[in-house]
């Protein structure tokens, strides 16, 4: 039964490794002759002109609120596929009555303006 | 290899057809929120009209489904019995009378009038729903969405803090309530193997296989204290009511209204179904602690009461003492208890919106110091008709005979008498008479002659005075003819009882 | 396999609850925040041993997924340090804390000791449990007896889209939060 999550590890391990490694290559290989500028937080090149650590706007809340709540949407579908065969149509009127339901609120979020990046 | 096998699934129309009424509304929730998109509603009348016409068809809905209904559908999940439909009407009342009484309230806030009545719509799905339930899992789904819509409800002022932070806590308190009730469903769905109320009960009365095992595991007790926890937070029963006032006192007061009255419908609707039908044959089990927070509620609920100054807040503890007399009833667990419990609310959807559709008016003519009962001083002599009302709500919510709330107690205590609760009817009853001390302070209060002599209140805006007559003309006359409503709430009870083969 | 699967569930086991440790010990909450993904990501592990995969992957994709990135935006929205009250706590707090938790630890040693079946009382076989198809059995489930459950969840998400959108956009001509 695990063997079939070997895959999973074998590339958790390889992403891990890969993190890993670069940062023991970079720390090893190159030199380390540290100062004020070079340990400033590196924005292309220019002079900071504020701090980094800033508040965020409430606009990226309302965007990943919306990402969590497709999301969940999306979730939904995995146990359905799998039984899609079984269920046959009923099967599918039934999803669809679930995605038309949620397109409104998808078509009320655009119209309102909510997808929209406000600067 | 592809193994098809075949689920099927087995939805007809008369399935559809027993829900009718709650698809009206979705519907109509639907319908406002494409409006809204489209045309953006900004004339509050168009978003009124919308909700106002859909309550409308669900309530012909629910009059067609209390002469036609009464079957358990879509996999037992809802049904369509009368006492499912009773508290319908309830709610439906109220989500009309909120209707007729925001308008004012959501231009002077400048509110966005269809998210507002879509929230509106959307919260009376889930309490409608949630009065249906013969499931767990709807019971939990209901709750949430009738919860989630009154969260963003009671924070929609964003202007005002005070509005904020009532969203916020009621946010934050009755999520974890919410997380009790599921978790005390979980544990209860463990000990039973179902989330069908009709077959848990046939559980613990040891049958479908169930052995006297599971009525005797720990996990079906520990699943029945949490579930009382969920369920006596949302009516705001003492402990549970901290919330209560802070969250009245800074909601939008249509909002106030509205949920004051819904939320504790359809809580209390399915509480019944729960404890007095799923969870009867261990009655003894939670009798106990059923008894000891009616008392508790009863008495906190009026006695805090006694010194409010905010009539928002006086209206919020009133509310919790009447969730504990509505507790007495439910603790009663026999048919007059349910129907009482019924009755109750269709008596309180009118006398307890009546009393805030007034704090509405006042606000609107006196600004936020309209919500302090020193306001009200003299308001016999400026605006007779809106005083006359808040006596009519008064002397209602204190049971006067000859008023709603009169009949509405005095079924609720007759149900404990009969039941031989004798105790929580003598304590009900007492509680009874120190509320008649800060209703009547009210009364007194606008009989004081005002400090500037002469002055006239502007006129009542027209919808919020149709809302106050119709619910001055519901709490007089439920009072003087209950005959005709109670003989409705007895059908609603029989219904249920049928079901689960009770006389 | 049995010892595989003692392995992996003691690993994961252990890095949940440092990640547990991590979430309340760390100075900056997005160290938290972080520290509570690697548990969220270790409970999936926990799940799939249970052969809760459908649990397991809603967890990654939910809560160590969207829910996460949920929290990190708050957390920078509400800027990352100078709240004093972040420290602030109540004179008994500390000793509440560790007598609540202790009795929690011994309540589940406890029901964990006393066997399961007292607890869980009669229903259900575990070792078959373990032998299905869960998540297939999970939409059978789903999709046929708790259907209607199942449609009444997408009023209550639009619902939520509605209250990001009343509660978190600029309004016109208002002030951003």
Not at chain 2, 230 to 251: L, N
Request: glycine fraction near 8%.
């Amino acid at each position: 039964m695990l063997t079939e999550y070997i895959p999973i590890l074998i590339l958790s391990l390889l992403a891990g490794g890969f993190a890993l490694t670069n940062i023991a290559v970079t720390l090893l290989s190159g030199p380390y002759r540290p100062s004020r500028e070079k340990l400033a937080p590196y924005e292309s090149g220019m002079t900071e002109i504020q701090p980094p650590r800033q508040r965020f706007p409430v606009k990226f809340y309302v965007i990943a609120m919306l990402f969590l709540l497709f999301d969940i949407e999306g979730v939904s579908f995995f146990p359905w596929a799998i039984i899609l065969r079984g269920l046959r149509f009923p099967g599918f009127v039934e999803m669809l009555i679930f995605v038309l339901i949620l397109a409104v609120g998808y078509v009320f979020l655009w119209k309102k303006g909510a997808l929209t990046w406000e600067r | 290899m592809m193994l098809v096998v075949s689920v099927p699934l087995h939805v007809t129309l008369a399935d559809w057809g027993s829900i009718l009424p709650e698809l009206v509304v979705t519907g109509g929730f639907l319908v406002l929120l494409l409006a809204d998109a489209f045309i953006p509603v900004r004339r509050t009348e168009v978003a009124t009209g919308i909700a106002l016409l859909t309550i409308l068809l669900a309530f012909l809905a629910a009059m067609n489904l209390w002469s036609h209904g009464m079957a358990a559908s879509l996999y037992d999940t809802v049904s369509s019995d009368k006492f499912a439909v009773f508290f319908d009407f309830v709610i439906l009342v109220s989500a009309a009378l909120t209707a007729l009484l925001s308008p004012s309230y959501i231009r002077y806030s400048h509110f966005d009038p269809g998210e507002f009545y879509a929230l509106i719509l959307a919260s009376a799905v889930g309490m409608m729903f949630m009065a249906a339930a013969i499931s767990l899992m709807v019971i939990f789904i209901a709750l949430e969405l009738l919860s989630l819509a009154l969260y963003i409800l009671s924070g929609f002022e964003r202007s005002r803090p005070e509005s904020q932070e009532a969203g916020f806590k009621y946010f934050l308190l009755s999520s974890f309530a919410s997380a009790f009730l599921v978790y005390g469903m979980a544990m209860v769905y463990g000990a039973t193997g179902t989330t069908r109320i009709l077959q848990i009960a046939t559980c613990l009365g040891h049958g479908a296989g169930c052995s006297a095992a599971a009525s005797a595991s720990p996990l079906l007790y520990i699943g029945v204290g949490l579930m009382l926890v969920g369920f006596a937070f949302k009516v705001s029963i003492v402990p549970f009511h901290m919330w209560t006032p802070d969250v009245y006192q800074g909601a939008p007061t249509p909002v106030t209204a509205f949920m004051s009255v819904t939320t504790k419908a359809a809580v209390f609707a399915a509480f019944i179904r729960v404890f007095n039908f799923a969870l009867a044959p261990i009655e003894s089990h939670w009798y106990g602690v059923v008894w000891a927070l009616a008392i508790v509620t009863m008495v906190v609920g009026n006695i805090v009461a006694l010194v409010q100054t905010s009539m928002k807040r006086l209206l919020a503890y009133s509310g919790i003492a009447h969730a504990g007399y509505i507790l007495v009833a439910l603790a009663a667990d026999n048919a007059l208890g349910q129907t009482s419990v019924a009755f109750y609310f269709l008596a309180y959807a009118f006398m307890n919106i009546g009393a805030f559709v007034v704090v509405a008016v006042m606000e609107s003519q006196e600004g936020p110091v309209g919500d302090e009962i020193a306001s009200y001083r003299g308001l016999f002599y400026r605006n007779p008709s809106l005083a006359g009302a808040t006596a009519v709500f008064m002397f209602s919510l204190a049971g006067f005979p000859l008023t709603a709330g009169f009949v509405a107690k005095y079924l609720a205590f007759s149900a404990a008498v009969q039941a031989h609760h004798t105790d929580l009817a003598i304590i009900g009853v007492l509680t009874s008479l120190i509320s008649i001390y800060y209703y009547l302070r009210v009364v007194y209060v606008m009989l004081r002659r005002p400090e500037v002599p002469g002055v006239q209140s502007p006129p009542t805006p027209a919808a919020a005075d149709l809302a106050a007559w119709i619910a001055v003309a519901g709490t007089i006359g439920l009072g003087i003819i209950p005959t005709g409503f109670l003989n409705l709430a007895t059908q609603s009870v029989t219904a249920i009882r049928y079901i689960f083969g009770l006389p | 396999m049995s010892v595989v699967a003692d392995i992996v569930f003691w690993i994961a086991a252990i890095t949940a609850i440092a990640g547990g440790v991590g979430v309340i010990a760390a100075r900056s909450p997005i160290y938290s925040a972080l520290s509570l993904i690697a548990t969220l990501a270790q409970l999936a592990v926990l799940y799939i041993l249970l052969n809760a995969q459908f649990i397991a992957a809603a967890q990654i994709l939910i809560y160590a997924g969207a829910v996460m990135v949920l929290f990190l935006f708050v957390i920078t929205l509400l800027g990352i340090e100078g709240y004093p009250f972040l420290g602030a706590q109540l004179p008994f707090q500390r000793p509440a804390a560790v007598i609540l938790s202790a009795l929690l630890l011994a309540g589940v040693i406890f029901f964990v000791a006393e066997s399961p079946h007292w607890l869980t009382g009669v229903h259900g076989n575990f070792t078959q449990q373990l032998n299905t198809d869960n998540v297939r059995a999970f939409g059978v489930q789903l999709f046929t007896t708790f259907f209607f459950p199942f449609e009444l969840t997408a009023p209550l998400l639009i619902v939520a889209m509605i209250g990001a959108v009343a509660l978190g956009k600029r309004r016109a001509g208002g002030t951003e939060i």
